[in-house]
C-alpha cells in the first residue's frame, strides 16, 4: 500500500489530514482523498496539473526546496491552482543564489545555478576532497559572508519570477544536448501531462554507443488500456509536435503500467526499459509508399541505419526521421555496399534529403553517364614493387640522408672546434689530435674569427645556395611522366624535396624565410622556376620549382601548394604546372600536376585544382571538388580597383634582405640562454651537474623564445587595424617581420599550443580570446585578427584570419568566433567571417559567404548546412567547460611537462653528443670525426624516439576506442605523449625518414599497424594503436589519419583503416571510425568523413568526398 490505489485506499481509511510525499507519489492516487488538510510536496518538480488536482476550499498546498547538503529544506511557498508553480522563497537564516556558470550572479529572468548559503548548509563530503571541492564554495557576494561565506551549488536550474520568488527549471544534469540543441526535459515531460489520460510522465535521452541520439517519453495512465496505447502515442505524439520544436519531440513514446522507484519514492531513471514500440516519425506529411525498384532500395536502406519499419519517400532524412551526421555517413556507406550505388557521397544526401529527390539525381547522374564517352587515359595500372626493391631503395635513402647530414655536420663541427680550443679545454689531459699545428698555435681570439667566418660561410652556402646548385644537378633530364615508385628516379626526387626545405642547425629554409616579400621570386627563378614580374607569392610549399611556370601579376595566398607530383599506385607522376597572369589562388588551396589556371581567373580559398584540370581564363572556380562559381568575391574587386604596381623600392629590398639575416639567427638567440646555463654548469660543476641541469635548459628555452618573439612584435608592429595595404610599404615590411616572428614561434615551441599556457601567451601578442577557450596545433593564424569567444575550441591545423593578396595590396580583417563554438581541424576562417555563439565549422571546412547563424554546423568547402549533426556523449559542465580547480591545477603541471620536456630532452641529448664529440675529439682528426657525427647524431634520434615510445607505452599504454572529456586526466596524459613525439621524436628522427620504408618500424615501436612496403610521408598520426596501414598502401604528406576529434569539448577516438593498396593524397584527413578499401584512392585536400567506407577499387574526391 505504497502508492496508487493501495495508498488511496489506505489515507481515506485512517482519516489522513496530513501528507508529505514527492509529487511522482501524490500522482499515483487515483481520487480525492477529503480529509486532507494540507500537503506538502517536495524532492523533485511539481507540477502545475498537479497542483490545479489536488487543491481545494479548505487545504493549504505547499511545495519546499532543499538538498540533503543543506539540511533538507531550505525555500517553501504555498502553491495555488491560478498561479505559475515556484520553489518560492527562503527560509529564515538562508540565503539563496541564483548564479551563473562563473558563479556571477543573474540578471531578473535569467536562468542559473540555485545556491544556498547559511548555517545549514554542511561542511562536505565525507572522504571525498574532490567533490567537496566542486559543490563547496566560497560565496561571490562578499557582502554577504557574514551570514553565509560558503555555498552549496545545488546543480539546479532557477530563475526570479517578477514577484521575487524562485521559479524550478530542473536539474543542469537533466539537461541534455541533442542535434546541437540544449533540452530541458521538464519542458517535455510538462505538455505530456496535460492529456487528460496521462497520469504522469517521464522523458529520458536515449543513447547508442554512449551518445544521447533521441528522447523517450515515458508515461503512466488514470486508467490502463492495451487497446488505446497505440491511438493515444499518436495522439500525444501530434501534440508534442504542434506545441514544441523538432528536436525536442521524442522518437519513442512508452505506456508503462507504474514507473520504478527509489526509496524515496522517486522516479528510478535508471531503470526505465529500452523502447520496445516502433519509433515515431517526425514527418506531418501522409506516407508516399516507394514506386521504383531504386526508392525501395533507398528506403530499404534508411529503414535499416535509422530504425523506422515505414520509411516514406518524401519524408527528409534530417527534419522527419532526425538523421544526423553520422547516421548519413552509415545510410551512404551501406548504399555503397551495392555496385551501381559506389558513387553516392555523403553531400548528396544533404543536398537531396528525400529519397524521391535522391533516387531522381542518381536517375539523373546514371544518364548523364551513359551519353558521356570514357576519356583515354594515360595512367598507367597500379603496380606493385618487390620488398628487395623497396628495401635497396631504403638503403640508398639512408646513404644519401647520412650524407645530408655530413653537410649539417659542417658548421656543427667548427662551432665545436671553436668553443673547444677557445677555451683550451682538455678534461683527459689528451692532445687534440687531428688539428694542424698552425691553428692550434694561433691565439684564442684569432681561432675564433677563422672557425666563426668559416661557419657562416658554409652556413650560407648550404642554405641558399646547396638547392639552387643540387637542385639542377640531381633535376637534369628528369621530364614530366610516370615513374616507378622507388626507383633511381624516385631516389633523385626524393632527395631534392629534402635539399630544397634544407636547414642547417635549425633555421628556417629560404623559402620559409623569403615568403610573402620580393625576395622568394628571384630565389625560385634561381632554382629554375619561370616566375613572371609583379607577383604576390604568400606560401612557401611550392614542391619541384623547375616544374612551376607562373605568369605576371599572379597572386598567391598563405599555405598554398604547389604541387607538381603525385604518389598513387606504385607510380610517381611529375607534371608542371601553369598558372596564367592575373590568376589568384586564395589561402590553402593545393593545385596538383598537370592543371593549368588561365588568365585572370580565381581559385577561392580551400580550393583543390585537381591534377589536369583546366579553368579557363576570367572564371571563378573553387571548392573541393573544384566547381565553376558565379562570381568572383567583391573583396577582390575592391583590391584590384586599389591595385599598386610598379617596382619595389630599395630601401624596402634592403629592409627584407635585413630582415631576413635577423630572422637566421633569431633560433640561435632563443637557444643560447638555455645553451649557455648547461654549458656553465657543466664546465663549472661537471657533467653529472650539468646533466641535471637539462631540466631547466627546457623552460628556459621556451620562456627565453616567448620573449623574443613578444619584444619583436611589440618593437616591429604592436599593433594592426584591418584594411587595404600596399604590399609596396613600410607597414607591410614590418607586418611581414611579424608575421615571421609568428610563425617562428609555431616552429620553435610548437609544444605550446594545445595547451594552458598558449593563450595568455596569443592574448599578449594581440588576440582577443574569451575565458576558457582552446587553441590547438595552429596551421596559422593572425593574433591581432583573432576575435574568439568564451569557452570555444579551434582544433589542429586551423586558419584564421590569414591576409589575402592581391594585385599588390593585402586586405586585413578579423575573424570572429563566438562563444562555446567549434573551428575543426584543418578549417579555414577566413577574415571578415563570424561564427554565432555555439555553432560549428567541421573539419577541413570553410564558412559560406554570409554569417554563420548561433546554434548552426556547417561542413564543406563550399560550406553544406547540416540540420542534424552527431551529439556528443553528455558529461557535466566541470570536466568540460568548467574545471574544478584541482583539475587546472594538475592539467598546468602536466601541460608544463608538455611544453618543457622536449626542449630538455632535446638539450640532453645535445650534451651527451657534444660530450662524446669531445672525447673522440681527442683521438681523431677533424675528417675522421666529421664522418662520424652522422652517426652519432642518428644514434641519439634513436635513443631519443626509444625513450619518446617507452613513455608512451607508460603514461598511456594501449590506445583503444573511448570517448572522454576535455579534462579528463586520460586527455591529459594523451596530449604529452603527443606533444613529446611531434617535439621530440619526429624532430630528431621520424621526420627525416618520411617517404622511406624506415619510417614504418619507427611508427611500429608506438603501436600503430603499418603494412610491408608502404610509402608513408606524413608524420600526422597521434593515437596510434588505432591507426591500420595495408600493405604497400601510400600516404602522401601533411595527411592526418584522425583518430580523435574534440567537439563539444569530449575527446572521441576510434579506428581508422587504409586498406592494401590504396592511395591517399596530400593535406586530406580520414576521420576515425572510417575504411578506405583495397586499392581506393582519396585525392589531395579532401575528407573521408566519420562512420563512411570508401568501396575497394574506388576513387574519391573533395570535402566531403565524393566519386571522381
Known sequence: R?????????????????????????????????????????????????????????????????????????????????????????????????????????????????????????????????????RFV?????????????????????????????????????????????????????VIREDQTVENAVVKPLEIEGVVQDLVAYVTLHEHNEAVDS?????????????????????????????????????????????????????????VAPVTPLESQLAAAWGQVLGYESVSVEDDFFRDFGGHSLAAARVISRLRQEPELQALAIGDLYNYPTIRSLAQFIEDVRSQAADEQPADSLKPAPRQHSTLRVLGCGIAQLVLHYAEMLLLSIPALGLFY?????????????????????????????????????????????????????????????????????????????????????????????????????????????????????????????????????????????????QPYIVEGGWLRLAPIRLGRGSFLGTNSVVLAGAQIGSEATVAEQSLVHADHVIPANEHWGGSPIKRLEAAPPLLGTMAAKAYDGRWPVWMLVG????????????????????????AITLSEGLGWGIASTALAGP??????????????????????????????????????????????????NQLYATLYVVPFLRLLGARIGRWSEISTVGLIDPDMLILGDESFVADIAVIGSAVFYRGCVSLAPAQVGRRSFVGNGALVPGSSYL?????????????????????????????????????????????????????????????????LPPSMLALALLIGVYIMYLLAQVLSPIELLVLIPALAMGIGMAA?????????????????????????????????????????????????????????????????????VWLATTYLTEFDLVEVGDDAAVSEATSLQTHLFEDRVMKMSTVKIGADSSIGSRSVVLYDTEVGESASLDALSLVMKGESLPARSHWRGIPARAS
Not at 487515483?30 to 523533485?44: F, W
Not at 531578473?108 to 563530503?125: H, L, N, Q, R, T
Open 700 to 749: 628556459i628555452f621556451v620562456f627565453s623564445t616567448c620573449v623574443l618573439v613578444l619584444i619583436g612584435k611589440r618593437a616591429v608592429l604592436p599593433v594592426v587595424h584591418a584594411g587595404l595595404y600596399p604590399l609596396r610599404s613600410g607597414f607591410w615590411l614590418r607586418k611581414w617581420f611579424s608575421d615571421q616572428l609568428m610563425s617562428l614561434s609555431l616552429g620553435m615551441t
Open 138 to 190: 566560497p560565496n561571490p557576494v562578499r557582502s554577504d559572508w557574514r551570514d553565509a561565506p560558503r555555498l552549496y551549488r545545488t546543480g539546479d536550474l532557477g530563475r526570479y519570477t517578477s514577484s521575487g520568488e524562485i521559479e524550478y527549471l530542473g536539474r543542469i544534469d537533466t539537461q541534455v544536448k541533442i542535434r546541437g540543441y540544449r533540452i530541458e526535459l521538464g519542458e517535455i515531460e510538462e
Open 418 to 562: 671553436a668553443v673547444i680550443l677557445l677555451l683550451r679545454l682538455n678534461l683527459t689531459g689528451l692532445p687534440l689530435a687531428g688539428l694542424p699545428e698552425v691553428i692550434r698555435d694561433l691565439p684564442p681570439p684569432s681561432i675564433l674569427e677563422l672557425l666563426i667566418g668559416a661557419v657562416a660561410a658554409w652556413f650560407g652556402i648550404t642554405t641558399f645556395l646547396l638547392p639552387v646548385v643540387g637542385g639542377r644537378l640531381l633535376m637534369h633530364g628528369v621530364r614530366p611522366g610516370w615513374y616507378p615508385l622507388w626507383g633511381v628516379t624516385y631516389l633523385r626526387w626524393w632527395l631534392y624535396s629534402k635539399i630544397l626545405t634544407f636547414s642547417p642547425l635549425g633555421a628556417p629554409s629560404p623559402l620559409g624565410l623569403f615568403v610573402s616579400s620580393p625576395l622568394l621570386p628571384p630565389y625560385l627563378r634561381m632554382l629554375g622556376a619561370r616566375i613572371g614580374r609583379d607577383c604576390q607569392l604568400g606560401s612557401a610549399s611550392i614542391g619541384l620549382p623547375m616544374f612551376i611556370d607562373i605568369d605576371d601579376g599572379v597572386s598567391i595566398g598563405h599555405e598554398v601548394e604547389l
Open 231 to 287: 491511438d493515444l502515442r499518436e495522439r500525444l505524439h501530434a501534440s508534442l509536435r504542434s506545441r514544441l520544436p523538432a528536436y525536442m519531440v521524442p522518437s519513442f513514446i512508452e505506456v508503462l503500467k507504474d514507473f520504478p522507484l527509489l526509496a524515496a519514492d522517486k522516479v528510478n531513471r535508471a531503470a526505465l526499459p529500452p523502447p520496445a514500440s516502433a519509433r515515431l516519425s517526425i514527418r506531418t506529411m501522409p506516407h
Open 656 to 679: 627584407f634582405s635585413v630582415g631576413t639575416l635577423v630572422l637566421m639567427l633569431l633560433p640561435w638567440l632563443m637557444m643560447a640562454p638555455s645553451t649557455v646555463f648547461v654549458a
Open 945 to 1013: 624516439t626509444l625513450v619518446v615510445a617507452l613513455l608512451k607505452w607508460l603514461i598511456v599504454g594501449r590506445y583503444r576506442a573511448r570517448v572522454e572529456p576535455l579534462w579528463s586526466l586520460f586527455v591529459r596524459r594523451t596530449e604529452l605523449v603527443t606533444g613529446l613525439y611531434e617535439s621530440l621524436a619526429v624532430l630528431v628522427l621520424v621526420g627525416g625518414l618520411a617517404g622511406t620504408p624506415w619510417i614504418a618500424p619507427l611508427l611500429r615501436l608506438f603501436g600503430a599497424r603499418i603494412g610491408r612496403r
Open 2 to 134: 505504497r502508492l496508487g490505489h493501495g495508498l488511496t485506499e489506505f489515507l481515506i481509511e485512517h482519516n489522513i489530514s496530513v501528507l508529505c510525499c514527492v509529487p511522482t507519489l501524490l500522482a499515483t492516487i487515483d481520487r480525492d482523498v477529503p480529509s486532507l488538510r494540507s500537503l506538502l510536496v517536495g524532492g523533485e518538480a511539481c507540477p502545475g496539473d498537479l497542483v490545479r488536482r489536488w487543491s481545494r476550499p479548505g487545504r493549504r498546498m505547499l511545495n519546499t526546496y532543499g538538498p540533503t547538503e543543506a539540511t533538507v529544506t531550505a525555500i517553501w511557498c504555498e502553491l495555488f491552482p491560478d498561479r505559475t508553480v515556484t520553489i518560492g522563497t527562503p527560509l529564515p537564516t538562508y540565503r539563496v543564489y541564483i548564479l551563473d556558470d562563473q558563479l556571477r550572479p543573474i540578471k531578473e529572468g535569467e536562468s542559473g545555478e540555485i545556491c544556498i548559503g547559511g548555517p545549514g548548509v554542511a561542511i562536505g563530503y565525507l572522504n571525498r576532497p574532490d567533490l567537496t571541492e566542486d
Open 836 to 900: 554565432g555563439d555555439n555553432s560549428l565549422l567541421g573539419v577541413h571546412s570553410v564558412p559560406p559567404a554570409r554569417q554563420i547563424d548561433p546554434g548552426t554546423s556547417w561542413l564543406g568547402s563550399p560550406a553544406i548546412f547540416l540540420p542534424r549533426r552527431q551529439a556528443s556523449q553528455n558529461f557535466e559542465e566541470n570536466i568540460t567547460y568548467r574545471p574544478r580547480p584541482s583539475l587546472v591545477a594538475w592539467r598546468l603541471v602536466i601541460e608544463f611537462l608538455r611544453v618543457t
